[in-house]
Nanobody, 121 residues
Framework: QVQLAESGGGLVQAGGSLRLSCAASGFTFSSYVMAWFRQAPGKEREFVAVISWTGSSTYYADSVKGRATISRDNAKNTVYLQMNSLKPEDTAVYYC??????????????WGQGTQVTVSS
């Protein structure tokens, strides 16, 4: 019954922007920290951004700081990741996750199936 569904990925040129969305159901969304991770072929899943229950606190990986904004709408059970000035190294499958505050995948209980982001040079 628990489900996280990412959307908004696609193919963009370097310097472009995307807004990823994650729609949640089957759990109390407002009671969970939400995060975004990404995974490129041959690499481990890496932390991107996290947001607290109400959205008052956020934290970003150095690789996306200044280019990414995480936000949430608890009334819609949705978390977003706005990414600007995209670089080829941002190419990865992006995953939405729900759990406790952390920068490691082990902090999170629920995961979506991912959405592909491809940035061409």
């Amino acid at each position: 019954q628990v489900q996280l569904a990412e959307s908004g990925g696609g193919l963009v040129q370097a310097g472009g922007s995307l807004r990823l969305s994650c729609a949640a159901s089957g759990f109390t969304f407002s009671s969970y920290v939400m995060a975004w991770f990404r995974q490129a072929p041959g690499k481990e899943r890496e932390f991107v951004a996290v947001i607290s229950w109400t959205g008052s606190s956020t934290y970003y990986a150095d690789s996306v700081k200044g280019r990414a904004t995480i936000s949430r709408d608890n009334a819609k059970n949705t978390v977003y990741l706005q990414m600007n000035s995209l670089k080829p190294e941002d190419t990865a499958v992006y995953y939405c996750a729900a759990g406790r505050w952390g920068y490691d995948y082990r902090a999170y209980d629920y995961w979506g199936q991912g959405t592909q982001v491809t940035v061409s040079s």
